[in-house]
C-alpha cells in the first residue's frame, strides 16, 4: 500500500548507507547501482494536477544525475577518494527519497495531496537542499574529473540553489476552491454543479472509475490517521467526492469484484479465526466471563437481543463486559496479511467512515442519498436503475448516517419492485442494499413495517435468480432475528424456515454459511425450536456434517439442548455421526458433538446411550478426547464416559444387561464414580 502524503514531511530520520549499498561493492558497483537508481527516478512521470513544478523539478534534476554518472562510469576513476565514497552513498539515500516522495505522491489521493500541498513541497525543497549539501563536499578536485563533469555539477548544484520551496498560487487557489465548497455543504447549500465540474477537471477526477479509486484511496488515509482533526477533514472529502461523482458522472458500473483486494470468502480460514456465532471471521475477537471468544458485533447482537447465556456453554453470563483477545487478533491480522485480505476492525471504521459529529460529511451524504433516490425514481431503464441502486448498496455500507439517510429518503418502497428475478445483477444489488440497511436497528422496525419489503426478501430467499441473492436474503434475515420480537415473528414463517433449510442443504459454501447462522439465531427461541424439528432441522444438520461439520454440529447442540424430547427423537439417528466428528472433527466441532450426545444421553434414556455404546471403539474415542480436547470438551467427555459407565454397569435404572467395552483394554480404561 503507497504511503500517504501525510506522512512526508515526518520523514526526516534517514536509513544508513548500509541498508541500501553494501560496503564490499567495488566503486564501479556503486557507481552502476547510483546510475540505475538515478535512472528509475528520472524516468518518472511528473505529477500532472498538483505540485507540477516541484516535481518537474526534482525530476529534471535526477536526470543531470543521471548524465553525471554516465559519464562518471565512462572514463571511471580508477579508486574513489573515502570522501567521494560517503557522498555517493548519501546520494544513494536521497534518490530513493525521491523516488519514494514522487510515488507515494502519484499513488495517494488527489484531494488529500492537494490539502497538503504545502507540506508536500517542503519536502520535495528539503530533498533539493540535501541534494546541494552533497554535491557541495564532493570532492571534485580530489577526482581529477573531466572539465565537462565538472561543468555538469555545476549546473546541478546551480540548479538546486533554490532559497525556500515554491508554494503554487494555482495549487492555493483549487485548495481554497474545494473549502468553499466544503463549507457551503455544510451550510446545507447545494455545491453549484458547473464549480464543482470545473474543479474535479482540475484535479483530473474525470470519471465515475477514477472517483470511487479516490474514495479508496480518501478511506485508506483516513483509516491510517490518528490525528482526530485530520480524520474529519478526510470523512468530510469523501462526502465531497462521493457526492461528486454522482452527480457529475451518474452511478457507476458495478464491478464484479474488487481492483485491489480479496475477500475472507475467497479462502477457507482457520476455524479457530471464526466467530461460533456468525461463523465468519472475526475482526475484532473479545472474550466473556465464560472464557469463549466471539466476534464483538456478533456477541453484542446476541445480548442486546435479549439473551444472558453464553451461545456456546449455555452458561448464564455473570457480566456482559467483553474482553479484548489481543493476541487472537493479531494472530488473524498476521494471517489476513499472508493472504492478501484486507482486515479492520468494523468498529473503526465505523468511526472513521461515519463520524456523527461531523456536519460537512452528513450534510454531503443526505445530498448524495437525495439525488440517488430522486434518480431512481424516474429510471426509465433497467441499467440505469442497477446503476443507482448498485450506488446505494454500496453507501448503505460505509456507515450508520449513509444506512439512516437512505432509510428516511424512502428508498426501501423503490428497492421492492427490483426483488423480483427478471434481472438478476438488479436483484442481488436491491436485497444487499436491504441488507446494509438492516444494520442499523431503526432500519429493522423500517423493513418489517414497510409493505413488501419483508415479504419481497424471503421470496428471494426461496425462489431468488442466484446463489448470491439468495444467500444475502438469508444474511437479511439474520440480521432481522437480532430483534427478539423479529425473530419470534420470522419463526413462525414456514416460508422462512423452508428457504433457509433449502439453501443450507443445497447452495455453494459462502450462501450456505449465510443460511445456518439464520438458523442459529432463530434456534435462540424456545417456541422457534419446534418449527425448525418440523422443518427437518436435524436432517439437514445431519447432511451437512460432511462438508461443513463445526456448522452442522453447533446447529444440533443448540436443537438438542433446546428442543425437548421432540428433538431427542429426531436426532437418534445422527448419534453414529457424532461419534464420527467426535473421532475426527476439529477442536471446536468435536466439543459441540460431546456436548450435544451428554445432552441426547441424558435425556434419551437407555436405548440412545445403547445406540452410542454399539459404536466400536467408542470409549477409546471419548477417552482419547479427555487427554486432548478442550477444557470444556474434556468435562463433557468425562461425563459421557460416566453415562456409558452407568449403563454398563446397569445403574441407570432400566437397563437389564451389562454391557462389556471389548475394543478397550485394560489397561487404557479408567474407573470414574458412579
Not at 294 to 309: F, K, M, P, Q, V
Request: glycine letters at 6%; charged letters at 25%; proline letters at 4%.
Amino acid at each position: 500500500m503507497a504511503v500517504s502524503p501525510g506522512a512526508f514531511p515526518a520523514r526526516k530520520r534517514r536509513p544508513s548507507a548500509g541498508s541500501f549499498v553494501s560496503p564490499s561493492l567495488s566503486d564501479h558497483r556503486l557507481l552502476q547501482s547510483l546510475l540505475l537508481l538515478s535512472q528509475e527516478t528520472s524516468s518518472l512521470q511528473p505529477l500532472k494536477s498538483i505540485l507540477k513544478q516541484n516535481s518537474s523539478s526534482i525530476v529534471r534534476k535526477t536526470k543531470l544525475l543521471s548524465l553525471l554518472l554516465e559519464e562518471l562510469l565512462r572514463d571511471p576513476v580508477p579508486c574513489l577518494p573515502p570522501t567521494a565514497v560517503l557522498c555517493f552513498e548519501e546520494l544513494y539515500i536521497l534518490l530513493q527519497r525521491i523516488k519514494t516522495l514522487i510515488e507515494d505522491c502519484q499513488n495517494g489521493s488527489k484531494m488529500w495531496l492537494l490539502m497538503l500541498h504545502e507540506s508536500v513541497a517542503s519536502s520535495f525543497h528539503e530533498l533539493t537542499a540535501d541534494l546541494l549539501t552533497v554535491l557541495d563536499v564532493f570532492p571534485v578536485r580530489e577526482m581529477n574529473l573531466t572539465e565537462d563533469v565538472v561543468e555538469l555539477v555545476c549546473l546541478i548544484r546551480k540548479h538546486c540553489s533554490e532559497t525556500k520551496a515554491f508554494v503554487d498560487p494555482v495549487d492555493e487557489d483549487l485548495k481554497t476552491d474545494v473549502n468553499k465548497l466544503l463549507l457551503s455543504i455544510q451550510r446545507e447549500i447545494v455545491p453549484d454543479h458547473s464549480k464543482l465540474k470545473e474543479i474535479f477537471d482540475r484535479l483530473q477526477l474525470r470519471d465515475s472509475a477514477i472517483c470511487g479509486d479516490e474514495i479508496e484511496c480518501l478511506e485508506d488515509e483516513a483509516r491510517n490517521q490518528t490525528d482526530e482533526k485530520s480524520k474529519a477533514h478526510l470523512v468530510a472529502l469523501i462526502g465531497l467526492v462521493r457526492y461528486a461523482k454522482c452527480v457529475l458522472y451518474g452511478a457507476s458500473t458495478p464491478r464484479t469484484t474488487s481492483r485491489r483486494r480479496r475477500s475472507a470468502a475467497d479462502v477457507n480460514f482457520p476455524a479457530d479465526f471464526r466467530c461460533p456465532i456468525s461463523l465468519d471471521l472475526m475482526k475484532d475477537p473479545v472474550v466473556v466471563s465464560t472464557g469463549q471468544t466471539y466476534d464483538r458485533a456478533s456477541i453484542s447482537l446476541w445480548i442486546e437481543s435479549g439473551h444472558n447465556t453464553c451461545p456456546k456453554t449455555g452458561q448464564i453470563l455473570a457480566h456482559t463486559d467483553f474482553i479484548p483477545n489481543h493476541a487472537l487478533k493479531n494472530l488473524i491480522a498476521m494471517w489476513c496479511r499472508q493472504q492478501r485480505i484486507p482486515f479492520e476492525s468494523t468498529e473503526p471504521r465505523e468511526r472513521c467512515n461515519g463520524m456523527a459529529a461531523n456536519k460537512t460529511a452528513l450534510e454531503a451524504t443526505k445530498m448524495t442519498v437525495l439525488f440517488l433516490v430522486d434518480k431512481l425514481t424516474v429510471a426509465q431503464s433497467t441499467e440505469t436503475a442497477n446503476r443507482v441502486v448498485h450506488e446505494l448498496r454500496a453507501l448503505a455500507k460505509t456507515d450508520s448516517d449513509s444506512r439512516a439517510c437512505i432509510a428516511e429518503a424512502g428508498a426501501l418502497p423503490l428497492l421492492v419492485k427490483f426483488l423480483g428475478g427478471e434481472q438478476p445483477n438488479l436483484q442481488v444489488n436491491a436485497v444487499t442494499t436491504i441488507l446494509n440497511l438492516s444494520i442499523l436497528d431503526a432500519n429493522k422496525t423500517r423493513i418489517m413495517e414497510t409493505d413488501g419489503v419483508l415479504n419481497g426478501v424471503i421470496e428471494v430467499l426461496r425462489s431468488g435468480a442466484t446463489w448470491e441473492a439468495k444467500g444475502n436474503a438469508a444474511a437479511t434475515i439474520f440480521s432481522m432475528t437480532g430483534v427478539h420480537a423479529y425473530r419470534k415473528k420470522l419463526g413462525r414463517k414456514a416460508r422462512v424456515i423452508k428457504g433457509l433449510m433449502d439453501l443450507a442443504r443445497d447452495g455453494p459454501i459462502s450462501s450456505r454459511r449465510d443460511a445456518l447462522v439464520a438458523i442459529l439465531n432463530l434456534a435462540g427461541d424456545r417456541d422457534t425450536v419446534g418449527k425448525l424439528i418440523e422443518g427437518g432441522v436435524v436432517e439437514m444438520a445431519s447432511e451437512i456434517m460432511e462438508g461443513l461439520p463445526e456448522e452442522g454440529v453447533t446447529i444440533l447442540e443448540v436443537i438438542v439442548r433446546k428442543g425437548g424430547l421432540a428433538a431427542i427423537a429426531a436426532a437418534y439417528h445422527v448419534i453414529k455421526r457424532l461419534a464420527t466428528v467426535l473421532r475426527e472433527g476439529t477442536d471446536r466441532a468435536q466439543e459441540s458433538a460431546a456436548a450435544t450426545l451428554v445432552n441426547i444421553c441424558r435425556k434419551g434414556g437407555p436405548e440412545v446411550v445403547a445406540e452410542l455404546a454399539s459404536i466400536p471403539g467408542i470409549e477409546r474415542v471419548i477417552w482419547e478426547f479427555m487427554g486432548m480436547g478442550t477444557g470444556r470438551g474434556r468435562r463433557k467427555a468425562a461425563t459421557l464416559l460416566r453415562i456409558l459407565r452407568r449403563w454398563a454397569a446397569g445403574l441407570d435404572g432400566s437397563a437389564t444387561t451389562v454391557y462389556s467395552v471389548a475394543n478397550v483394554s485394560a489397561s487404557t480404561r479408567i474407573v470414574l464414580p458412579v
